[in-house]
């Protein structure tokens, strides 16, 4: 099965700040992940897929990158209703398909 | 409009058995996999399993055969998740969610519909 690492595990972070989550796979997953944002007491949300594809009516400030076995979610300016817990899956292949830690951003 | 319905919270006793149920409405159910997703109590996301229910071809998370079935009834657009013998650390909320297809012929992508979640809580 493929592993799925995140860092940092959480970081606190202001209104208007960049941020950067990393995602690492144990193997190449050739760009098959799926990033998501969750807030408490919610399912989760479908942020990016295919590793920078913007689901429909997701809000533009957010963008995926990466290739191989390292990928990133970048917030281009922090907004209130984005402190959440953060969340990349792996769809390579054959399942499982497997979620990374999360990663919970926080106001500073 | 898509929207999955999931059945409501669940007291058990340990060594009771349980299904719980995600209605699919809004779109071909019979067309895409529905997956399971766990979280336990201030824990990540756990992958546990997919099934198609067009013709109910199932796959596990290993961490999972063996301790739950997934199943699906596509007369009625709905898909379960059930124990035979419940256990403490099944307390979890349990997500179903849709998965998309991805560009590749067969290929599938993330989630991109989810159910409002069952809790699920075991305890004597």
């Known amino acids: 099965d493929i592993q799925m690492t995140q860092s940092p595990s959480s970081l606190s972070a202001s209104v208007g700040d960049r941020v950067t989550i990393t995602c690492r796979a144990s193997?190449?997953?050739?760009?098959?992940l799926a990033w998501y944002q969750q807030k408490p007491g919610k399912a989760p949300k479908l942020l990016l897929y295919?590793?920078?594809r913007l689901e429909s009516g997701v809000p533009s400030r957010f963008s995926g990158s990466g290739s191989g076995t390292d990928y990133t979610l970048t917030i281009s300016s922090l907004q209130p209703e984005d402190f959440a817990t953060y969340y990349c899956?792996?769809?390579?292949?054959?399942?499982?398909?497997?979620f990374g830690p999360g990663t919970k951003v926080d106001i500073k | 409009e898509v929207q999955l319905v999931q059945s409501g919270a669940e007291v058990k006793k340990p060594g009771e058995s349980l299904k719980i149920s995600c209605k699919g409405s809004?779109?071909?159910?019979?067309?895409?996999?529905i997956g399971w997703v766990r979280q336990m109590p201030g824990k990540g996301l756990e992958w546990m399993g997919i099934i198609y229910p067009g013709d109910s071809d199932t796959r596990y998370s290993p961490s999972f055969q063996g301790q739950v079935t997934i199943s699906a009834d596509k007369s009625i657009s709905t898909a379960y998740l059930q124990w035979s013998s419940l256990k403490a650390s099944d307390t979890a909320m349990y997500y179903c969610?849709?998965?998309?297809?991805?560009?590749?012929?067969?290929?599938?992508?993330?989630?991109?519909?989810w159910g409002q979640g069952t809790l699920v809580t075991v305890s004597s």
């Open positions: 899956q792996q769809y390579y292949s054959t399942p499982p398909f497997t």
């Open positions: 193997q190449g997953i050739s760009n098959s």
């Open positions: 809004g779109y071909s159910f019979t067309s895409y996999w």
């Open positions: 969610a849709r998965h998309m297809w991805g560009p590749d012929y067969g290929k599938l992508s993330g989630f991109d519909y």
């Open positions: 295919a590793a920078s």
